[in-house]
Antibody, heavy 117, light 108 residues
Framework: QVQLQESGPGLVKPSETLSLTCTVS????????WSWIRQPAGKGLEWIGR???????NYNPSLKSRVTMSVDTSKNQFSLKLSSVTAADTAVYYC???????????WGQGTLVTVSS | DIQMTQSPSSLSASVGDRVTITCQAS??????LNWYQQKPGKAPKLLIY???NLETGVPSRFSGSGSGTDFTFTISSLQPEDIATYYC??????????FGGGTKVEIK
């Protein structure tokens, strides 16, 4: 079955750019929407955005000015860049596939990114 | 943005109890609602999509109902392995997806 795995630095300095990659295994990345979702410690879920395998993107309006997503179908990977980070961006970041329009399944295990100097 | 209000924020129930969680949308979202289960330290898991459709492999004690602005998630007989936080998620105004605040379910 399809599995997702996030990777990237666990510590990012304030004002710098957070960069994460999600690797999809057990199936093709093609013909699906792929999303990033984050969760600050002890808090709820926030959808960051999505990318289709064509490269078409949609972002959460509250983060749009700082978010860039990309996809590499040859590597079965998609990526997230979040610029000008602050402590408020500290969270567990999940990647997920969207099925049935916008139901997220499966999810990656999540990766904690801490913003601190 | 469409706001999703979940209630209660937490509950405690006994094994075998019927548990009900509600999710209210700030505007009509038809049946564009999903439910997830998140166990401590784990990623969320899709349980219900399109308000009432049970995801493959999910036990039948879980169910969802509702349309418009008011939705209900039910566990018909609470089991110890159901201890988790449950989230609703709307997708009516794609791409601005939003989640509810979550309901933490504990065993009494």
């Amino acid at each position: 079955q399809v599995q997702l795995q996030e990777s990237g630095p666990g510590l990012v300095k304030p004002s710098e750019t957070l960069s994460l990659t999600c690797t999809v295994s057990g199936g093709s990345i093609s013909s699906y929407y792929w999303s990033w979702i984050r969760q600050p410690a002890g808090k709820g879920l926030e959808w960051i955005g999505r990318i289709y395998t064509s490269g078409s993107t949609n972002y959460n309006p509250s983060l749009k000015s700082r978010v860039t997503m990309s996809v590499d179908t040859s590597k079965n990977q998609f990526s997230l860049k979040l610029s000008s980070v602050t402590a408020a961006d500290t969270a567990v970041y999940y990647c997920a596939r969207a099925i049935a329009a916008a139901a997220f399944d499966p999810w990656g295990q999540g990766t904690l990114v801490t913003v601190s100097s | 943005d469409i706001q999703m209000t979940q209630s209660p924020s937490s509950l405690s129930a006994s094994v075998g109890d019927r548990v009900t969680i509600t999710c209210q949308a700030s505007q009509d979202i038809s049946n564009y609602l999903n439910w997830y289960q998140q166990k401590p330290g784990k990623a969320p898991k899709l349980l219900i999509y399109d308000a009432s459709n049970l995801e493959t492999g999910v036990p039948s004690r879980f169910s969802g109902s509702g349309s418009g602005t008011d939705f209900t998630f039910t566990i018909s007989s609470l089991q110890p392995e159901d201890i988790a936080t449950y989230y609703c998620q709307q997708y009516d105004n794609l791409p601005a997806l939003t989640f509810g605040g979550g309901t933490k379910v504990e065993i009494k």
